[in-house]
């Protein structure tokens, strides 16, 4: 099993460098920290006073993964999580922020475990999670990341604008849901066609 700080770097290689793409509601991002994070956590990069894309452009990775280790990982209790969710969880926490933990939740409760669903890591969805995984030790993290592909799905249906993240220029799969089948087993993920029809009704 890979250290938390390799889950973190592996998410800043997935993340890229720098992009400001109008149709993404987080804005500019580098190595996947947005300028919003930036400015919650004052790093004026530069020292001119003011917080700018020129600090997030000079950002670098080692500061990412310190950001997202701390941010991402520790501030919300993922550790408190079963290890076998950590780095899907992870992943997720810094692509969606809370949704991250409402996906786990409403997967809890469709497996009989009841919590609430509020975006928050509390006693309750920890004991929750803990039974779901000595219940489900070899399926938990396959369910998590089908209920996280299911999630970028109803997004896009949602929100036009959002579904070239979720499918290429050529029809295929796009960069969401290549990102929630890497923490699927292969047997579960979409074939080619079975993706085309769920996206048949996109523009």
């Not at 509020?118 to 920890?126: F, K, L, M, N, R």
């Not at 896009?156 to 070239?164: F, G, L, T, V």
């Not at 050529?170 to 979409?190: N, Q």
């Amino acid at each position: 099993m890979q250290t938390v700080r390799q889950m973190a770097e592996a998410i800043v290689a997935r993340e890229g460098g720098y992009v400001n793409d109008p149709d993404d509601p987080g804005g500019a991002t580098n190595f996947g920290v947005t300028i919003g994070t930036m400015r919650q956590l004052g790093l004026d990069l530069d020292r001119d006073g003011e917080i700018t894309p020129d600090d997030l452009r000079a950002l670098d990775r080692d500061a990412a993964v310190e950001i997202f280790l701390d941010r991402y990982f520790h501030a919300p209790g993922i550790a408190d999580l079963p290890a076998i969710l950590w780095e899907t969880v992870f992943d997720m926490q810094v692509n969606a922020g809370s949704n991250a933990i409402k996906i786990l939740q409403r997967l809890l409760n469709r497996m009989g475990q009841g919590v609430t669903v509020d975006g928050h890591i509390g006693p309750q969805t920890i004991s929750a999670a803990r039974r779901a995984a000595t219940l489900a030790p070899d399926h938990l993290a396959d369910a998590y990341g089908i209920a996280r592909r299911n999630y970028y799905f109803a997004l896009a249906d949602r929100r036009p604008a959002s579904r070239k993240f979720a499918r290429s220029r050529a029809g295929g799969k796009g960069g969401w849901i290549t990102r929630a089948e890497g923490f699927i087993a292969p047997r579960y993920h979409m074939t080619e066609q079975e993706f085309r029809e769920r996206t048949a009704s996109w523009a």
